[in-house]
């Protein structure tokens, strides 16, 4: 077996002041493999970002993470600010979640990304960083890459700003990437566009890829292996194929009943009744219960851990009855 790249575990991150603190992740563990792409699922509140942003030391001060992730042999949780902002945009790429607001509206596109190439590597010169990269901009499909290096943010569309965010996360030939909802706000056009460039790339440079989503449609086609988040931890794994064809976890089977299909005109979707919980108000027991029509009182009181029910590892003391005919 391939070695794992990275190593995540008992990741848990709390945030607050004083005695009163609340977490916001909880407990987090996965490996992920080179070459592969594992997609991480929720709704908004769940913790998907925040975990990834743990790891990367890019959260507010009055964030307490704890855990450990071991990339290459080493702990990012733990590595000194010089170190990580070394692998940060070299050898870990990000995709940020608005590419608006994470480029800089007073500098070009192309100053943002050749400062990117320079900040990494202190040999190459400047004309050899512009031409790389022009290079990346026609890589990504961008028409006359030339001539849009000299734009502003505000001058490329949605989708062109997007790709242009991939290219500049590339720029530097990272190991993994790490992309958080890159189709958030584009059509589905445009968005279909970006999944086949990012499933394109990773497969041609053998990168590693974190997907994290709300929308179990976008990593069908691409994850190796689903994590679906709720409430700050993990209610189910497995690879796409068991997700989508073995689900266990009522959470999971919502999320799946809310995705618009093509063979059925006029269905209704059926949406998960409620929200999830703050971090500061969660309930005892399962967090989900509280929007869950299977839920037993034993899941008011007590939370489930994850636990192996036929092809997935699922957090639901009735994943066996699931399994039994209870409607999705």
């Given at each position: 077996m391939t070695?794992?790249l990275?190593?995540?575990?008992g990741?848990t991150?709390t945030?607050?002041?004083?005695g009163?603190?609340?977490?916001?992740?909880?407990?987090l563990?996965f490996?992920l493999?080179?070459g592969k792409v594992?997609?991480?699922?929720?709704?908004?509140?769940?913790?998907k970002?925040?975990?990834?942003m743990?790891?990367?030391?890019l959260?507010?001060?009055s964030?307490?993470?704890t855990?450990?992730a071991?990339?290459?042999?080493?702990?990012l949780?733990?590595?000194?600010?010089?170190?990580i902002?070394?692998?940060?945009?070299?050898?870990?790429?990000?995709?940020?979640?608005?590419?608006l607001?994470a480029?800089?509206p007073?500098?070009?596109?192309?100053?943002q990304?050749?400062?990117a190439i320079?900040l990494?590597?202190s040999?190459?010169s400047k004309?050899?960083?512009?031409e790389h990269?022009?290079?990346?901009?026609?890589d990504v499909?961008?028409p006359q890459?030339?001539?849009?290096l000299?734009?502003y943010p505000h001058e490329?569309s949605?989708?062109?700003?997007?790709?242009a965010?991939i290219?500049?996360a590339l720029a530097?030939?990272?190991?993994?990437?790490?992309?958080?909802e890159p189709t958030?706000?584009?059509?589905v056009?445009v968005q279909?566009?970006?999944l086949?460039l990012l499933r394109?790339?990773t497969?041609?440079?053998g990168i590693a890829?974190?997907?994290?989503?709300?929308?179990?449609?976008?990593?069908?086609g691409?994850?190796?292996?689903i994590?679906?988040?709720y409430?700050?931890?993990v209610v189910?794994?497995g690879s796409?194929?068991?997700?989508?064809?073995?689900?266990r976890h009522p959470?999971?089977?919502g999320?799946i009943?809310?995705?618009?299909?093509?063979?059925?005109?006029g269905?209704i979707?059926?949406?998960?009744?409620?929200t999830?919980?703050?971090?500061w108000?969660?309930p005892?027991?399962?967090s989900?219960a509280?929007r869950?029509?299977?839920a037993i009182e034993?899941?008011r009181?007590t939370?489930?851990g994850l636990?192996?029910v036929?092809?997935t590892?699922?957090?639901?003391?009735?994943?066996?009855?699931l399994?039994?005919?209870?409607?999705a």
């Open positions: 070695a794992p990275l190593e995540v575990t990741l991150t945030f607050g002041t004083g009163k603190r609340a977490s916001a992740v909880r407990g563990d490996t493999e080179p594992l997609g991480i699922v929720g709704e908004s509140g769940s913790g970002s925040v975990a990834m743990s790891m990367l030391q959260l507010a001060p964030a307490k993470v855990g450990s071991i990339y290459k042999g080493r702990d949780i733990t590595m000194g600010p010089r170190d902002r070394k692998i940060r945009g070299k050898e870990i790429g990000c995709i940020f979640q608005d590419p607001s480029f800089n007073v500098k070009t596109i192309g100053h990304i050749v400062e320079l990494h590597d040999k190459i004309r050899a960083a512009t990269a022009t290079s990346l901009l026609a499909a961008i890459p030339g001539e849009r000299g734009q490329f949605g989708g062109m700003r997007q790709r965010m290219a500049m530097n030939g990272p190991n993994l990437l790490i992309a958080d958030t706000a584009l059509d056009t279909a566009q970006i086949d394109k790339l497969e041609e440079r890829t974190i997907l994290i989503t709300h929308d179990l449609g976008v990593v069908a691409m994850a190796d292996e994590m679906v988040m409430a700050g931890r189910e794994r796409a194929e068991a997700i989508f064809y073995d689900t959470y999971t089977r999320l009943a809310a995705m618009p299909k093509l063979d059925g005109p269905e979707l059926r949406a998960i009744e409620g999830p919980p703050s971090i108000t969660r005892p027991g399962c989900f509280p869950c029509s299977f034993a899941c009181t939370e489930p636990r192996r036929g092809e590892e699922t957090a639901c003391m009735r994943a066996e009855e399994d039994k005919g209870m409607p």
